[in-house]
């Protein structure tokens, strides 16, 4: 079988990602997974012939480079070795140029920031062209991320505004559920029932957010009748500036992760 694409790193994103390949039908892949108790795992998840494990890096068309930040280097030199033709990134704070410095001048490199719900095919991610990396290369990332989810190809300055955005953003909506169930028991609801309402509540926004087509204003209105529960509780959350600390978080988000990348948001 002719080896098309090895996903360095069998981590949970690393996996995530070939779980979605393969569900769309790619096959060729290589995992490559130093840890040996991994790579047993890693070959009872996926037992077909669409996919292998090794310990290091086989001769293949094109990587995507999965591991710790300071696992980076490593892996992409491991790569270039072996002739690749495309790398693809999706390490938080390793920049595009330090990609180039160490893949060398043959393989194009693309950088990317996926989110967790990835796990589950619903990720969002961004998605940006480095050195060398064409149209092709781009559509090429496109179709990898896209088997875990949607993808915004954007220039590399603005991935920080990425992370801090939709990288982050989970963990900002698991906050909220968080106080959505508290409120709930505050005001005399059992947890479990609370629970599955505040999953359901954020659950069907979401799709209506996604389906319906009206941009979040006009949604919020619709829900929001002069004078009644709705328009009191909203009355509560902009008097506490919710909306306003949501943008600093994502801003404080933003600049943490420049930091990390040695570089100004938007730079």
Not at 51 to 62: D, I, W
Not at 86 to 115: F, K, Q
Not at 141 to 148: D, P, S
């Amino acid at each position: 079988m002719t080896l098309t694409l090895a996903v360095v790193g069998g981590g949970h994103m690393g996996a995530a990602l070939v779980s979605g390949l393969v569900r769309n039908g790619w096959t060729g892949i290589v995992v490559v997974e130093q840890l040996a108790e991994q790579r047993a795992r890693l070959e009872a998840r996926f037992p077909s012939g669409a996919v292998r494990v090794a310990a290091e890096v086989p001769p293949v068309e094109a990587g995507v480079v999965a591991v710790k930040p300071h696992d980076v280097e490593a892996a992409c030199r491991a790569l270039a070795k072996s002739g690749v033709g495309r790398i693809l990134s999706v390490a938080a704070g390793v920049t595009a140029a330090e990609l180039r410095a160490w893949a060398g001048e043959g393989p194009a490199v693309l950088r990317a920031m996926p989110n967790t719900p990835a796990l589950l095919g619903a990720g969002a991610s961004g998605l940006a062209a480095g050195p060398g990396a064409t149209q092709a290369d781009l559509d090429w990332g496109c179709r990898v991320l896209g088997a875990v989810g949607s993808v915004e190809v954007v220039e590399e300055r603005y991935l920080d505004a990425v992370t801090g955005l939709s990288g982050s953003g989970p963990a900002y909506v698991f906050l909220a559920a968080e106080a959505l169930v508290d409120a709930g028991v505050s005001n005399g609801l059992p947890r479990p029932v609370a629970l599955r309402l505040a999953v359901q509540t954020i659950l069907g926004a979401g799709r209506m957010l996604a389906e319906v087509g009206d941009p979040p204003e006009v949604l919020r209105a619709g829900v929001t009748s002069p004078a009644g529960t709705t328009a009191a509780g909203l009355r509560v959350l902009e008097a506490r500036a919710f909306r306003s600390a949501l943008i600093e978080a994502v801003t404080a988000a933003a600049a943490r992760s420049a930091e990390l990348g040695g570089a100004a948001p938007g730079a």
